[in-house]
């Protein structure tokens, strides 16, 4: 009789992780009050969410947008570096990154990840450098802060930028400081499967007066919230904004009253949440020290709290018997575990920079200051391997659960590496699936 659920074995876990993301009772009756109300773009909460989701992450002020990738373009943008600079970034993220630096005339230069921690590497940082790179973004990626000391020192020496891309990354902390509120800007998405959901939009925060002026300005197309935010934050200014005439080629990227509604009692759980994400994944960690071919990402030792937004593992098939990482995955799945192998490719692989002679040239900003930049020659070892072969990530509710939930992580893993021969005679359902057995890591 079959002991794995994929070949016909009773799974491991019956009942579903916890759903993500709650809207609780309360929660929806807020959103209908204000509808209620008449919905006219009031901006009282967008300023109080606005001010308590800064006040939350450390920083002195906030900016509510109306996604994630407008809040980087409007940080880069207040950067004011010249058309055609470099901005260091990982190959892997999400690709709003890369879009919001070349959105703005700026060039993405990759620079390879730490194989333990899936971060970028602060030695590939600093061979990236060149005459042009204006600024380093530093993606949390999954919720685990990078190795910021030696990225700070690498920008301090070299008078760089430092802009965090902090979707992943909701309250986690670095050096017990929280996470966006260390670099000159910190970039947040409140979209749908985020740590923090408020159905759609973002957040920018910053301890710099001069970029909160400048972000607002090119975010709001003059609209009277400057104005408020001014006299809220007490950010200095030479004439009000109500005076002024349109001082910014700016656009209305303006975070809905809406999403500020549903974002701030989201908030306020927040901490209690990442509280229990970053406990369960210490816990996980710890249950997997001793699996060999599964291995959890190092974190940075002043990585205080993790956010967890992906709860991210290292695969190595030759402990499986060459069983692929998707196989893998699969039986994963099968036995109520909800493994992910979302990220294929690493950026500098996107379609986009492979066709030289396409949209990057003919349409991007890239022509306006480094066309030598040959993304085909490009070469991130770390990162392509990373998202060829080894990269397994869990999703958010996972670590909302219980340590019972983390047990069965564990046990599932364990079973699959105790019966891996059954899938040697594995059948795969459709065509597509034929990929998914390799003996080539045996």
């Known amino acids: 009789m079959p002991a794995l659920a994929l070949t016909g074995g009773a799974p491991v876990r019956t009942q579903p992780f916890p759903a993500w993301p709650v809207f609780p009772e309360p929660d929806i009756a807020a959103l209908a009050d204000h509808l209620r109300a008449g919905d006219r773009s009031d901006d009282d909460p967008v300023i109080e969410f606005e001010q308590a989701f800064a006040a939350a992450h450390g920083a002195r002020y906030g900016i509510g947008v109306n996604s994630g990738t407008s809040a980087l373009e409007l940080a880069l943008q207040a950067l004011r570096l010249d058309r055609g600079a470099e901005v260091i970034v990982s190959p892997i993220t999400f690709f709003a990154s890369i879009s919001a630096i070349l959105n703005v005339g700026l060039v993405p230069v990759f620079a390879d990840i730490d194989p333990d921690t899936y971060n970028i590497a602060p030695a590939a940082i600093q061979a990236a450098i060149t005459p042009r790179t204006g600024a380093i973004m530093t993606v949390h990626f999954g919720g685990v802060s990078c190795d910021m000391q030696p ?17 992943h990354a909701h309250g986690g902390t670095w050096n017990h400081r929280g996470l966006g509120s260390i670099g000159d800007a910190g970039c947040f998405s409140c979209g749908s499967g985020k740590n923090l959901s408020a159905g759609g939009g973002g957040v920018l925060i910053t301890n710099d007066p001069l970029i909160h002026e400048r972000a607002s300005g090119y975010g709001e197309l003059n609209h009277p919230r400057r104005q408020r935010r001014r ?90 018997g060459g069983l692929s990482r998707d196989l893998f995955v699969k039986a994963l799945n099968a036995e109520g575990i909800p493994g992910q192998t979302e990220y294929h490719r690493p950026m500098h692989r996107a379609d986009l920079f492979a066709d030289v002679d396409g949209e990057l040239t003919r349409v991007w900003p890239r022509a306006n200051g480094a066309p030598d930049v040959d993304y085909t020659a490009m070469s991130c070892p770390n990162a392509e391997r990373a998202c060829a072969e080894e990269m397994v990530t869990l999703p958010t509710r996972v670590t909302l659960d219980t340590r019972d939930g983390m047990d069965q992580i564990l046990t599932a893993i364990e079973k699959i590496q105790t019966h891996q021969s059954e899938l040697a005679a594995y059948v795969p359902e459709t065509p597509s699936e034929q990929s998914l057995w390799s003996v080539s890591g045996r």
């Open 151 to 167: 990225i700070l020192d690498i920008a301090q020496r070299h008078n760089l930028a430092i802009v965090e891309d902090v979707s």
């Open 231 to 320: 006299e809220l934050t007490g950010a200095r200014e030479t004439r009000p904004a109500t005076q002024e005439f349109f001082p910014y080629s700016s656009g209305n990227r303006r975070l809905h009253p809406v999403h500020a509604v549903l974002g701030l009692p989201q908030l306020q759980r927040l901490d209690e949440q990442t509280a229990r994400r970053d406990a369960n994944g210490r816990y996980l960690a710890s249950l997997l020290d001793d699996i060999d071919g599964v291995t959890p990402r190092r974190q940075d030792p002043f990585a205080t709290r993790a956010a967890n937004h992906l709860f991210v593992l290292r695969y190595n098939a030759r402990a499986f």
